[in-house]
């Protein structure tokens, strides 16, 4: 399988604190892959460069074989999605949540488009204009995933999305990511739950900044 | 004129006002005495020797002379608002740009309409009432950004995580800083007259000028105020908001 992200060497410090130490690995295209690691081991640091929410501070990130300072930082991330914790969703309805996606592309809101992905997290189109403030945790949650996925990326980067929701919410969202997974999706996910670990096929260990095995 | 009674003498005893402050610091124990007396010395002497300098610029009536002033006063407050950006990479510049801008657009309407004339005793003080107001605008456009990008730094990331590019993520900060520049100007527009008879309306009627005349003088100023802080923070902000981030279109302090 070809490989999607090349990781050479990479080193991430803030001040005199090394947070990741000489990290090398590769990640294969529509991988499933699982990130873990004791809390503060740099886990989601990786992540984030890897999405270039921040740089490395030496080494090297290949994406397709091209190193990801070369790509224009705003088509890059709509490539390499990175979706949040605790997310937060913007403005005064769910609306302008699923538009923000078409907005970020120059293109007219797909109401039909957006109701087809709301049903695929069973929610349904009265969704659509309700008020952030209306909305459960999970539901929250998963409005913040289809933002990721609306228009699907090759790279979805989950940092423990599924922390804090209950068995049925978790369920949903897991469901909806093997479907893009099977879809072709790459999906790197950290995650501390433990039903999660166990399920896992393909496992990557970070610990005091280091990989532990690929 | 005549009626314009204020003496050294007379200036004198209205010193006792700022007595007043000084024994209101004392009993509460504000600690501000020090603050009032140093206020009040500058306030004097700034004041004079700017009253002396006007007297030699009007009496020149040079035009280079007068351009020199309008230089001096748009360098200052552009300083002055850049420390209130202190945080902000290029905040003189952004704030130099933005007030030589909102003033000159404004002077040169005024001018242009006939509204006012191009000689010193006009456009040295209407300078400096252009000046500070966008100075005051984009001191508040700063604070805002400040503040609004610390409140609101994850939805930020988020939205740089979904592909936005950096004008898209902070859009709405950017609208709130603009909007918070331009608000005191609407406010004191909408109680103008009933709340407060305003410096250039008031002068005129100490100096003797028929009320509805100076009205129309103080409408002049509503409107001069009105377009120079939109455009002088609507230009601090759009060059602001590009120093939160680096090139990679990262948040700086992530």
């Known amino acids: 399988m070809e490989k999607i992200f090349e990781v050479k060497n990479l080193f991430y410090q803030v001040g005199e604190t090394k947070i990741l130490k000489d990290i090398t690995l590769d990640i294969e295209q529509g991988k499933y892959l699982t990130v873990i690691g004791p809390s503060g081991s740099g886990k989601s640091t990786l992540m984030r460069i890897l999405a270039s929410m921040i740089s490395a501070t030496s080494g090297e990130v290949l994406f397709h074989g091209k190193d990801i300072s070369t790509y224009e930082p705003t088509e890059y991330r709509q490539k390499v999605s990175y979706a949040f914790q605790q997310p937060t969703l913007f403005g005064k309805t769910v609306r302008e949540n699923l538009a923000f996606p078409f907005e970020v592309r120059k293109q007219a ?82 995650t501390h739950d433990e039903s999660e670990i166990e399920s896992s096929t393909d496992t990557i260990t970070i610990k005091n900044g280091e990989v532990q095995d690929v | 004129m005549s009626n314009l009674t204020v003496s050294n003498s007379t200036l004198a005893l209205g010193f006792v006002l700022v007595l007043v402050a000084l024994i209101i610091g004392y009993v509460e124990k504000l600690r501000i005495d020090k603050d009032i007396i140093i206020g009040v010395v500058r306030a004097i002497i700034q004041l004079s020797l700017v009253g002396y300098v006007l007297k030699f610029v009007i009496k020149a009536n040079d035009n280079w002379l007068t351009l020199a002033c309008f230089v001096i006063i748009v360098l200052n407050a552009s300083w002055n608002a850049g420390k209130r950006g202190n945080g902000i990479p290029k905040a003189f510049q952004s704030s130099l740009l933005a007030i030589f801008v909102g003033t000159t657009i404004t002077l040169a309407t005024l001018v242009l309409t006939g509204s006012i004339k191009f000689v010193p005793e006009q456009i040295v003080p209407v300078t400096g009432m252009i000046a500070s107001n966008v100075m005051v605008a984009i001191g508040l456009c700063y604070r805002n950004m400040m503040q609004t990008y610390t409140d609101r730094h994850q939805q930020v990331l988020e939205k740089l995580a979904l592909g936005a590019d950096i004008k898209l993520a902070s859009l709405d900060i950017l609208r709130d800083s603009i909007k918070s520049g331009m608000q005191p100007t609407i406010d004191s527009i909408k109680t103008l007259g009933l709340v407060s008879l305003p410096g250039m309306m008031s002068g005129l009627i100490f100096a003797g000028v028929d009320p509805v005349k100076a009205i129309k003088y103080q409408i002049m100023v509503t409107f001069m105020l009105l377009a120079s802080t939109s455009i002088g923070s609507i230009i601090s902000c759009y060059l602001g908001y590009k120093q939160f981030f680096n090139d990679r279109k990262q948040l700086k302090d992530d």
């Open chain 1, 109 to 190: 809101f797909d109401e039909d488009k957006v109701i087809k992905y709301l049903e695929m997290v069973n929610l349904n189109q009265d969704y659509i204009d309700k008020s952030v403030n209306d909305v459960s945790g999970g539901e929250k949650q998963r409005i913040a995933l289809l933002r990721n996925l609306l228009f699907q990326p090759e790279v979805l980067i989950t940092d423990e999305v599924t922390a804090g929701l209950d068995t049925e919410n978790k369920a949903i969202v897991h469901k909806m990511l093997n479907e893009f997974n099977q879809r072709g999706l790459t999906i790197l996910r950290v």
